[in-house]
C-alpha cells in the first residue's frame, strides 16, 4: 500500500508526534508498504530517505504553548507537489487542524483520508471560530483516529461525530530487553525514583514530587531521585529543599537507550504531571521496562494504568498523597514485583506489532470506502433543483 | 444611472447565489458519495464477521450448544444482508432492521468464545484454532472501524442537509436521509488484544 504519513511539527524536534510518525513509518517499511513522510525540517541534518522537508519550521505561539510549524505559499506548494508526485492509496494526517503541513495537505488531497488526532487540550474559543471554516476541510476524513478517550471527547465535543481509539505505539521490546544499570539501580536502603520530562515546564509536574521528595526522605531517608530531562538545573534546584538537592540527581536530556535502562533500573518510576497529557506514553514505556509506576489520577493515566490494576494514583497536584503512594511502594517488595509483571503484561497491548495491525484495518477500511464513493455518480445541481419539482408534481 | 445599479446588484447577488448553490450541491454530493462508500464497507465488514463466525461454527472445535447457537445468530445476520438494487438513486435505508440481528451475533460470539472457552479451543484446535479466533476478532475490529466511519459520514450529511439553503433550494434531491447505525460491536475477544 502507498502510504502518505504528514506531520506538522519540526520533525528533527523531539516531540510525541513527531516519534508516533517516525515510528509507524518504519513499522510500515519493514512490514513492505510504501511509505512516506512529509513534515517540516528545523535543522539541515540528515534525514532518513523516506522524509520529504516541506521547508523551515518557525516557533509560533498556538494553542497555549510555542510550536514549530510550516506554513505559507513555498510549503503550500511543496505539499501539492509532494501529493501528486507520489500518488497515494491513502494520507494519513496527525493532528490534522493545527495550522501547519497538516492542513495544508488536508486542504490539497485528492486521496482518502485517515487523520489522527492527538491532542485533548484545544482552547475551545479559537477552534469554535475555526471549525465552520474548516468543516468542508474536515469532511475529506474518512477515518478519525483518537490517541485517547480524552482526545476522542475533544473530537466529538469540538467536530461532533465519532472517532476510534486506537493508543500511541511503543516498542515494547526496547525497552523489555534493556540491561539495567547497576549506578541506578537501588538498594534495600537506598532505593531509586525516576522522573523524566522537562524540568522546567511545570505540567510535567517535578514541584509536586520535589514537596513529595520531603516525606519520602524523612521515611526512607536513602532514597535517590534521579531526574531525566532537558531544562534549567540551577533553577530548579533553587525550588528544592536542600536535602531533596542532596538526593537528587539530575542526568540532562538522555538518549533513549539511557532512558530504557533508567527505567528498567530504578524501583519506581514517578509521573506527578499535572495536566495537558492526552496519553502518556512514557508510562507505557516505563511498564514495559518493568518500572512499577506511581501516577497522578489524570484520565489519562488511569486509562493507560486500568485504574489502580497496573500502578498506583494520587489525586493530582497532591504532594502528601504522592509521598504516601511512593513510601508504601516501597515498603512492600511484593507490590513492586506484582506491578512489574502486571506492567510487562499490560504494555503488550501497546506494542506497535498490535497498534500498526489496527491502524492498517482502519487503512483497509477507508480505502475500501472510498473506492465505491468514487463509482457513485454526480447528479449535478440542475438535475437537483428540476427533479424533485416534477417528482412532486407527478405525486401531487 | 439608478436602475443599472439595481441591475448590476441583482445579477451580482444572482452569480454569488448560483456559485454557493453549486459549491453546496458539489459539496453535498461529495458527502452523500462518502455515506455509500461507508456503507459499502459496513456491509462488507458485516458479511466477513458473519461468514468467519459460521465458520468458526462450522470447523467442529466448538461444543454442539455454542456451534447452533453461533450458525444460528451468523445465518439470521447474512440473511438480512440486502442485494444492492443498483440503478437506484442513492438509498441509504439498507442497515434498517439489520441492527437486532448484528447485536445478536456480537452476543453470540462473546458468549461462545468467553476466556474459557478461548483457553479450551486454542489448546484443542491448535494452528487451525489460532487462525480461525483471529479471522474473527480481525472482523470484529473492522466491523468496529466500518460503524464508526459510516456514522460518522451520516452526521457530516446530516449537518449540511439540515442547512436552510439546502432545505430551501432541495439541494439534496431524491436522496433519502442517512441515518446512524447502532448496534452492539464490542467483542470481548478483540478487546482483550486476541
Not at chain 1, 486500568?306 to 504532594?319: H, K, Q
Not at chain 2, 462450522?58 to 451468523?74: E, H, K, Q, R
Request: aromatic share 6%.
Amino acid at each position: 500500500m502507498r502510504i502518505g504519513l504528514v506531520c506538522p511539527y519540526a520533525f528533527d524536534v523531539p516531540g510525541g508526534v513527531q516519534y508516533h510518525v517516525r515510528d509507524l513509518a518504519e513499522h510500515f517499511l519493514r512490514e513492505g508498504h510504501d511509505v512516506q513522510v512529509l513534515a517540516p525540517i528545523d535543522h539541515d541534518v540528515p534525514l532518513p530517505d523516506y522524509v520529504t522537508s516541506c521547508g523551515h519550521a518557525v516557533p509560533v505561539r498556538y494553542n497555549g504553548s510555542v510550536a514549530r510549524l510550516s506554513f505559507g505559499p513555498v510549503t503550500s506548494s511543496r505539499v501539492s507537489r509532494w501529493l501528486e508526485q507520489h500518488q497515494f492509496d491513502v494520507v494519513h494526517i496527525h493532528e490534522p487542524i493545527s495550522p501547519s503541513t497538516s492542513l495544508l495537505a488536508l486542504w490539497a488531497t485528492e486521496s482518502p483520508v485517515v487523520a489522527t488526532f492527538h491532542t485533548s487540550n484545544i482552547r475551545s474559543r479559537a477552534m469554535q471560530a475555526a471549525y465552520p471554516l474548516l468543516r468542508p476541510s474536515l469532511e475529506k476524513i474518512t477515518g478519525r483516529i483518537a490517541v485517547s478517550e480524552a482526545a476522542r471527547r475533544t473530537v466529538t465535543s469540538h467536530l461532533g461525530g465519532d472517532a476510534v481509539v486506537i493508543p500511541n505505539g511503543v516498542c515494547v521490546a526496547d525497552f523489555a530487553d534493556a540491561a539495567p544499570r547497576p549506578e541506578w539501580q537501588g538498594s534495600e536502603d537506598g532505593p531509586t525514583l525516576a522522573f523524566l520530562g522537562r524540568i522546567d515546564e511545570p505540567r510535567k509536574g517535578l514541584p509536586v514530587l520535589a514537596s513529595a521528595m520531603d516525606e519520602v526522605l524523612r521515611g526512607r531517608p536513602g532514597t535517590r531521585l534521579l531526574v531525566a530531562g532537558p531544562g534549567d538545573v540551577e533553577a530548579a534546584q533553587e525550588r528544592m529543599s536542600p536535602q531533596v538537592q542532596e538526593a537528587t540527581t539530575f542526568l540532562g536530556l538522555v538518549s533513549d537507550e539511557d532512558k530504557a535502562a533508567l527505567l528498567s533500573s530504578v524501583d519506581a518510576y514517578i509521573a506527578p504531571h499535572t495536566g495537558g497529557e492526552s496519553f502518556g506514553i512514557v508510562l507505557v514505556e516505563a511498564m514495559a521496562a518493568g518500572a512499577p509506576v506511581v501516577a497522578s489520577d489524570l484520565s489519562a493515566f488511569s486509562a493507560v494504568l486500568d485504574g489502580e490494576a497496573n500502578g498506583r494514583l494520587f489525586s493530582n497536584g497532591d504532594a502528601e498523597g504522592c509521598a504516601r503512594s511512593i513510601l508504601a511502594l516501597l515498603d512492600s517488595p511484593a507490590d513492586r514485583a506484582r506491578l512489574r509483571s502486571a506492567g510487562q503484561e499490560r504494555a503488550r497491548l501497546y506494542d506497535w506489532s498490535v497498534v500498526a495491525d489496527q491502524i492498517m484495518a482502519v487503512y483497509e477500511t477507508v480505502t475500501h470506502a472510498a473506492d465505491v464513493a468514487a463509482t457513485v455518480p454526480e447528479s449535478g445541481l440542475w438535475a437537483r433543483l428540476v427533479r424533485p419539482l416534477t417528482r412532486d408534481s407527478e405525486n401531487g | 444611472m439608478e436602475t443599472l445599479t439595481w441591475i448590476t446588484l441583482a445579477i451580482i447577488v444572482l452569480v454569488l447565489l448560483a456559485w454557493y448553490l453549486t459549491y453546496s450541491a458539489a459539496r453535498l454530493d461529495r458527502l452523500h458519495a462518502k455515506v455509500e462508500g461507508a456503507a459499502a464497507a459496513l456491509d462488507a465488514q458485516l458479511v466477513r464477521r458473519a461468514e468467519s463466525a459460521l465458520e468458526l461454527a462450522t470447523s467442529g472445535l466448538l461444543d454442539p450448544a455454542s456451534s447452533l447457537l453461533l450458525v444460528d445468530a451468523a445465518s439470521q445476520s447474512l440473511d438480512r444482508t440486502v442485494s444492492h438494487d443498483e440503478g437506484h438513486f442513492l438509498r441509504f435505508e439498507s442497515f434498517a432492521g439489520r441492527e437486532s440481528a448484528e447485536s445478536d451475533l456480537t452476543g453470540a460470539l462473546n458468549a461462545a468464545l468467553s476466556d474459557q472457552s478461548v483457553a479450551d479451543l486454542k489448546m484443542r484446535g491448535a494452528g487451525i484454532a489460532e487462525e480461525l479466533l483471529e479471522r474473527v476478532s480481525a472482523a470484529g475490529l473492522r466491523v468496529q472501524l466500518a460503524r464508526r466511519f459510516y456514522n460518522q459520514a451520516v452526521t457530516e450529511v446530516q449537518r449540511v442537509r439540515r442547512k436552510r439553503v439546502v432545505r430551501i433550494f432541495r439541494l439534496a434531491g431524491y436522496a433519502e436521509m442517512p441515518e446512524t447505525v447502532e448496534f452492539d460491536d464490542e467483542l470481548t475477544l478483540t478487546s482483550s488484544g486476541g
